[in-house]
């Protein structure tokens, strides 16, 4: 009996918390690596300006006690939604001064971390992107604003990489649970 609850137990588990078999899992740290190492090389020293748009620190705080399953969404919406301010669709925002291959290969690993990873994001994480959009949108895309564009994506590249690590936290716990 012992054994048979053991098994049904290790299933609903493993049932319950998919994202923590996810093999991206098992990559994300090394691409989350090289993305911020190519971040901080697209340009100059970062910005010091301050960001019209202040920093969702308290969704991100929400997302450290939410389930598992959700932050791996919110991390793969958040490395889509990074991805979209660097893919101006706006005509009249002139691409960033530091366009270059590295910036082609930032783009390339945030495309490679968001893959595999569907669904939605909170209406408030979108917000939050479409008003650093509209602030890049008013300048016409001046190097200043790619600059401010490109602290505030380190500082989510930073928090979402907090994010990654309680998720291995919970996926190293889960797997001591059933050895």
């Not at 925002?93 to 994001?121: A, E, N, Y």
Request: with cysteine; proline share 6%.
């Amino acid at each position: 009996m012992l054994t048979w609850t053991l098994v049904l137990f290790f299933f609903c588990s493993a049932a319950a918390t998919p994202g923590l078999r996810c093999d991206w899992l098992e990559h994300y740290g090394h691409y989350s690596n090289w993305t911020l190492v190519l971040v901080e090389q697209l340009g100059g020293p970062m910005t010091e300006q301050e960001s019209p748009v202040s920093f969702p620190y308290r969704l991100y705080e929400q997302m450290r006690s939410a389930k598992v399953d959700d932050r791996l969404l919110f991390i793969r919406d958040s490395l889509d939604l990074i991805s979209g301010l660097f893919e101006p669709a706006d005509p009249s925002v002139s691409l960033p001064p530091w366009q270059t291959d590295r910036s082609q290969d930032f783009l390339l690993l945030l495309h490679r971390q968001t893959d595999g990873l569907k669904p939605c994001v909170s209406p408030r994480h979108k917000r939050y992107y479409r008003k650093l959009r509209k602030t890049l949108q008013k300048t016409g895309g001046a190097a200043v604003s790619w600059e401010l564009i490109r602290r505030e994506t380190k500082s989510h590249l930073l928090q979402l990489d907090l994010l990654f690590a309680s998720i291995r936290g919970s996926a190293a716990a889960s797997r001591g649970l059933h050895q």
